[in-house]
């Protein structure tokens, strides 16, 4: 029998809770994270002949070690033995969500993105490509009702198939200086995780990522080399940023709604005006005929 071991990750009240209930069903253990107060969701699900272990992690809005709950998830990402990740995505703001999906991109960890809330979206005329999205990203897009259960059995197909998923070739370009630095810190990274992924996290300034590191007299000579250059890791957050706007503009239609609506609307205002102006005429008229009298209805 295989096994896998998929976390789930997305921003707090995008329904990670929800997917994971229409996943495994109710039956859940919740309990800390080992050495800290931030509650993890796990559940157990044999589907086939594949033993998935899903774990809920915090939500959060992105990977960059600030709080104590991406500490948590950051950890269970890169310390743990994972399969494979389920970034939950908000339709209705698509570009937030893909800055988080896009620095677990660059750790070239498998994934399969969900979009949550796409009948909302849909509702304020928001039009999402899913074809286009899963080219742009080079993995699997799956929009879902976890309520109604809706394409769930698609989703369970993609996290069945998540190992067997290359690792990702999406790559974001940085500053001609970003970039050069990234080289210099890579030569000097060990371990499992990608070179440049690590050194991207150098720059960053995440302490955590030091340890992979075999010289850490490197860090000072990047900083030498980038000393024109202070504010390195806000251009990594800037340009990651641009890129998650720029892939979702691309796979983003803004839909009128039905116009319908809107001309039952006007022609009840225009009624509404209509009415008002041929009174005013007519009570103009009278009194301009010396009628004074006032009508009750």
Not at 54 to 64: C, E, K, M, Q
Not at 141 to 168: F, G, H, Y
Not at 192 to 212: G, H, I, N, Q, T
Not at 236 to 245: E, K
Request: charged share 30%; net charge positive.
């Amino acid at each position: 029998m295989e096994n896998l071991k998929i976390l789930l990750i997305g921003q707090p009240n995008v329904g990670k809770s929800s997917l994971l209930n229409a996943l495994v069903g109710p039956r859940v253990t919740v309990s800390n994270y080992p050495g800290t107060t931030v509650e993890v969701t796990k559940a157990k699900k044999k589907i086939n002949n594949t033993a998935i272990e899903f774990v809920d992690t915090p939500g959060i809005y992105s990977i960059s070690d600030r709080s104590e709950e991406e500490k948590v998830t950051e950890k269970a990402l890169f310390e743990e033995e994972v399969d494979g990740v389920i970034v939950i995505a908000d339709a209705t703001s698509l570009e937030r969500s893909l800055y988080m999906m896009l620095q677990i991109l660059e750790a070239q960890i498998p994934i399969v993105l969900v979009l949550n809330f796409i009948e909302d979206a849909r509702k304020r005329g928001i039009k999402i490509d899913c074809e286009k999205l899963e080219k742009y990203l080079n993995i699997p897009v799956v929009p879902i009702n976890p309520l109604t259960k809706r394409r769930i059995s698609k989703l369970v197909d993609a996290i069945l198939k998540i190992k067997e998923a290359t690792k990702q070739s999406f790559k974001i370009e940085y500053n001609d200086h970003i970039e050069k630095a990234i080289d210099k810190i890579s030569v000097q990274v060990k371990g499992k995780l990608p070179k440049r992924f690590v050194a991207l996290r150098v720059l960053e300034e995440d302490e955590d990522f030091y340890k992979y590191l075999e010289n850490k007299e490197i860090i000072k000579e990047a900083k030498r080399s980038l000393k024109e250059h202070p504010k390195v890791a806000e251009d990594v957050s800037i340009t990651r940023y641009g890129t998650a706007l720029f892939i979702a503009e691309k796979v983003t239609q803004i839909v009128h709604l039905k116009k319908e609506k809107n001309c039952k609307r006007d022609l009840i205002m225009f009624s509404f005006i209509k009415s008002g102006v041929y009174l005013a005429v007519v009570y103009s008229f009278w009194l301009s005929l010396g009628y004074y009298y006032i009508l009750a209805i």
